[in-house]
């Protein structure tokens, strides 16, 4: 879950107008914190697809995206400007992606259900989308056995921190990472209200 | 786009959403206004009822697990001098400067002393507990018993802390060995964790919690000691004094009611006040705008300088709950279907023994059936049967659409017949036998489908009817043989130069040797006879191939080993005579038979190199078996053709 932090998106603002060379610094130490991570994930995307029938070949989107080990590498980045608020009212600051299609699929497969969602089959009436509607009663099963091992907290039986990529690099970093960012942004903090604490006190003078 | 995301950092900065909420909220207030003002002080009372009993509460645990801690140093031997205050102290020190609670760090530290059973060593694996704990993000009561198990002996619980220790690490090592590499490796965690912002703020929990305590114990004592001491006598002051604060607010209230009825009054006395204080009370509020005014006005001039008036403040930081309702539900949800997969696990156990069994009993009966199936193969019996009855039509066929029938009845059964072997074939896993069984089935099904086409090929046709017919039945070539084997022995026939019989002259007395004369019982020849002995010479010279006779003149005996004697008497061996002469005078060529008669005796002999006159020819008519008729017929006719040609003389032989 994320940590809601108060007046980030005031301090980059600042920063961005007052300390540039400060911006700059701090999306340095996030960087500097975050790509590794986002390298190990990349590390954890499969050369070969998972299974055979999930072939390399790219098709139009809108259809079940096809397996590309390539533009899922391409598609895990981290980003450190702030994004839009989402419908709860919360901007989100600084965030690792895993962006393509293949990519969260393969990401978060069975982390809702291991077992695949409920079969009824292809001649099964209703549009639901919740329900497995393969010929192959076991397709789902197959499908998330032969993706491999969730990873990440599963506390309070909550799921959304599982993944394969992203979610695994950040389980394995055991919090240092989210400890590192802010300390990174405390430091900026610092640094800042230090410096215009000074201007002020030499115009008083 | 997904948007699967690790949100590191996030901040509320409300949206439309928000508003709309709020509007709604503030005229729910509006409404409900009157109820609030009720509630307001009602709760009112509650939460400082509330907060007495927590401090109260909070007071009461620390002081339990401060006794515990006492009492485990009094049962180790420990609680000598001031130690036990001592400890106490270490502990609140601990929590000061790591911002852990002392709830944690006492149970901690009420573990390591049982473990090591020494405080120096409990305060040394407590700090580093509290590293450990800073480094790896996880609890320091886990930290504290993994690190308890792993001073009597079991590691695998630090192992899976994730310290950075391998498997072997852990086992190979000693404690010590493990505390040193663990004290290297998160060596000053806890206090640069208790320096960061987070830390702060946890230092600032505990001295609220402090002083909940603290106000818990004054609380505690202050009422103990008006209710003459003891506990029960504590919190019935306590609701004694929260009922009081109650009745106070509502006294109050009564008050304000009286004051409406004083109302005129009062508002008299306010305008007397106000006409007296007037003066100043428009320099004290005119005093306040313009401070005010200035104020803004330096801070906007601040801020066009690129200054930020009294800086951007402290960030604050805090922590979102989890949502509790959404994690039982969730927790909840999990375990239905944990129930629902154990029960479908059970059924499907449960399915496949059942299969197990019914598959079982399948292989039995197969089993059986293949028993019989090499007894009886009813179908392979069809088939034949229906080849023949497929063989008898065919001889009573009067026409060619019967015959194309007939070959497409056939063929479909050769191709039963084909499939079936080949089935066989793939049962035994013969390959060679796949190979010409699948070869046999493409072969028959392509004249099935040429039939079945309409394309009537002969050549399909003669092939089915070919193989339909019993070979030894009229065979055409064997029959041809038979007679140019007739023709080749007639031949040689009529090369046999017989002896030219001269009527002998009258009276001419014995002319030279080789002459015949007429005697009563026939021809004879002019010469006299030869002795037995000059016919063995000349039978001698004809190399001794065949038996001579005897000194008896009856017998022969035999000259070469393993023949027997074939002629009894001297009359039975006179056609022999007769043939060796012809020999001896070169008068007739030796070639190779089967079977001779002897003229005279009517005995069988077998020779290699003879000549006869009288003979009887065996030929092996291969054809008509089982029908005289058809062998008599062919024979026959053959012999009726060879005279036709010229080759026999007589057009009959033997019979």
Not at chain 1, 58 to 86: C, H, M, Q, V, W
Not at chain 2, 78 to 87: D, E, K, Q, R
Not at chain 2, 407 to 433: F, G, P, Q
């Amino acid at each position: 879950m994320p940590t809601e932090v108060v007046g980030v998106v005031a301090l980059k603002k600042a920063l961005n107008k007052y300390a540039p060379d400060l911006a700059k610094e701090l999306t340095k130490e996030l960087g500097t914190i975050l790509k590794p991570i986002v390298n190990e994930a990349r590390s954890f995307v499969p050369v070969r697809s998972p299974m055979s029938g999930w072939s390399e070949i790219d098709t139009p989107k809108g259809k079940f995206p096809k397996y590309n080990a390539l533009e899922i590498r391409r598609g895990i980045i981290y980003k450190t400007t702030p994004s839009k608020p989402n419908r709860a009212g919360f901007t989100n600051t600084i965030r690792i992606q895993n962006k393509t299609m293949q990519g969260a699929i393969y990401e978060t497969a069975g982390r809702k259900n291991g077992q695949g969602q409920d079969w009824v089959g292809a001649k099964a009436g209703g549009a639901s989308k919740g329900v497995s509607r393969s010929v192959n009663p076991y397709a789902g099963n197959q499908f998330i056995s032969n993706l491999g091992q969730l990873y990440g907290s599963n506390r309070g039986g909550d799921h959304r921190m599982m993944g394969r990529l992203i979610f695994r690099a950040w389980a394995n970093t055991q919090g240092k990472a989210n400890a590192a960012v802010f300390k990174s942004i405390e430091n900026t903090t610092t640094k800042f209200n230090r410096r215009t604490s000074t201007v002020d006190v030499r115009r008083a003078a | 786009m997904s948007n699967v995301a690790i949100n590191i950092a996030a901040e509320f900065t409300g949206k439309n959403a928000f508003k709309k909420a709020e509007t709604s909220v503030d005229r729910l207030n509006k409404t409900t206004k009157g109820l609030s003002k009720t509630l307001t002080r009602t709760f009112g009372t509650a939460a400082v009822l509330a907060f007495g009993k927590a401090s109260v509460k909070a007071f009461a645990e620390d002081d339990k697990a401060a006794t515990s801690l006492g009492i485990t140093l009094k049962n180790l031997d420990l609680a000598y001098g001031s130690n036990i205050g001592t400890v106490n102290g270490f502990i609140n020190r601990l929590e000061a400067q790591t911002g852990v609670l002392d709830d944690e760090l006492r149970p901690a530290m009420d573990r390591l002393l049982r473990a090591t059973g020494s405080v120096t060593k409990a305060q040394e694996l407590l700090g580093l507990a509290l590293d450990v704990a800073a480094g790896t993000g996880k609890s320091v009561t886990q930290v504290s018993q993994s690190l308890q198990k792993a001073y009597l002996g079991q590691t695998q619980a630090l192992g899976r802390l994730g310290v950075g220790l391998s498997k072997a690490e852990l086992t190979s090592s000693s404690f010590e060995e493990i505390q040193q590499r663990l004290t290297v490796l998160f060596a000053g965690q806890a206090s640069a964790a208790a320096e960061t912002f987070a830390g702060q703020l946890d230092k600032l929990t505990i001295a609220a919690n402090n002083a909940k305590e603290t106000i818990g114990k004054g609380l505690y004592d202050g009422i103990s000691a008006l209710s003459g001491g003891g506990a029960t006598a504590a919190t019935d002051n306590i609701d004694k004094l929260a009922n009081g604060i109650g009745d106070t607010l509502a006294n109050v209230g009564s008050l304000i009611n009286k004051l409406k009825d004083l109302k005129p009054v009062l508002i008299g006395l306010g305008i007397v006040a106000a006409a007296a204080f007037l003066p100043m009370t428009t320099a004290i509020v005119g005093a306040i705008f313009l401070l005010g005014k200035l104020n803004q006005l330096l801070d906007k001039s601040l801020f066009k300088q690129g200054i930020i008036p009294n800086g951007m403040g402290n960030i604050s930081m805090t922590v979102s709950s989890q949502d509790t309702q959404k994690a039982d539900a969730a927790a909840l949800k999990a375990q239905k279907a944990m129930t629902a997969l154990t029960k479908t696990q059970a059924a499907n156990q449960a399915k496949i023994t059942k299969d197990k069994k019914l598959q079982a009993a399948i292989d039995k009966a197969n089993l059986a059936l293949n028993k019989g199936e090499g007894v009886f193969d009813i179908e392979k019996i069809q088939i034949a049967a229906a080849l023949t009855n497929q063989a008898q039509l065919l001889g009573k066929a009067t026409d060619a659409a019967q015959v194309l029938q007939i070959a497409n009845d056939t063929a479909r059964l050769n191709v039963k017949r084909s499939m079936l072997a080949l089935e066989e074939a793939i049962a035994s896993k013969d390959e060679t036998a796949i190979i010409a069984a699948t070869a046999k089935l493409n072969e028959d099904l392509k004249i099935l489908n040429a039939l079945s086409n309409q394309k009537t090929q002969m050549v399909a046709i003669e092939s089915i009817l070919k193989g339909l017919q019993p070979k030894d039945l009229i065979d055409q070539n064997n029959l041809d043989e038979a007679l140019r084997k007739i023709r080749e022995m007639l031949a040689l026939l009529a090369q046999v130069k017989t002896p030219t019989i001269t009527p002998p002259a009258g009276g001419g007395g014995g002319g030279g040797g080789g002459g015949f004369i007429q005697t009563p019982n026939g021809i004879r020849p002019t010469t006299e006879p030869r002795s037995i002995a000059e016919i063995n010479k000349a039978t001698e010279a004809l190399g001794g191939v065949i038996s001579v006779i005897g000194e008896n003149g009856k017998e022969f005996t035999k000259l070469v080993d393993g023949l027997p004697p074939v002629f009894q008497t001297v009359e039975d061996a006179g056609a022999f005579n007769a043939l060796v002469n012809s020999f001896a005078n070169g008068a007739m060529n030796p070639f190779n038979a089967g079977s001779f008669r002897a003229a005279e005796g009517g005995s069988l002999f077998n020779s290699g190199a003879v000549g006869s006159r009288d003979r009887d020819i065996n030929i092996n008519v291969q054809t008509g078996i089982g029908d005289p008729e058809a062998i008599a017929r062919a024979i026959e006719d053959a012999i009726r053709q060879s005279y036709q040609r010229g080759t026999s003389s007589t057009g009959l032989l033997a019979v």
